[in-house]
């Protein structure tokens, strides 16, 4: 048991136990629902549903932009870049964010750019399905 009520069940499976009712994770791509359900119709009960995906509803990232590929910051600033998944209904949209000078400017796992010191900084988006990369040039002042 690995909390409460959460277990580990052969074939890559994890399932969730609340009161009466039960949901089971199977590994592949997953969307996870949140909701309630009623248990004789007096008692609501919190619970997870899972929806495993067919492979056919998977939708693989072919490339990502970034809205801004070039931004000007003064010291002490920050700024969100925004992406673009090609195609815009991919499934899998995670992301890993790098700077190539994180003296001069950082960047955090959501997108933020913090401006720290005079100079040059590219920053890289790279996708988690394909290794696809965008860049945004920041210049800070």
């Not at 929806?51 to 070039?70: E, F, I, P, R, Y």
């Not at 933020?112 to 990369?133: C, E, L, M, P, R």
Request: glycine share 8%.
């Amino acid at each position: 048991m690995l909390g409460s009520g959460i277990s580990v069940k052969k074939g890559n499976s994890i399932a969730f136990k609340q009161g009466n009712s039960a949901s089971q994770l199977i590994a592949g791509p997953l969307r996870i629902y949140t909701g309630y359900t009623y248990e004789n119709m007096k008692e609501t009960l919190p619970y997870i549903s899972v929806k495993n995906l067919l492979d056919s509803q998977v939708v693989k990232a072919t490339g990502v932009k970034l809205k801004v590929t070039k931004k000007t910051l003064d010291q002490g600033w920050w700024y969100r870049l925004s992406l673009i998944f090609v195609p815009k209904n991919t499934t899998n949209t995670a992301v890993t964010w790098k700077s190539s000078a994180p003296k001069v400017a950082s960047v955090d796992k959501y997108g933020v750019v913090s401006a720290h010191q005079k100079g040059k900084a590219i920053i890289t988006v790279t996708t988690k399905d394909g290794g696809f990369k965008a860049k945004c040039v920041i210049t800070v002042k």
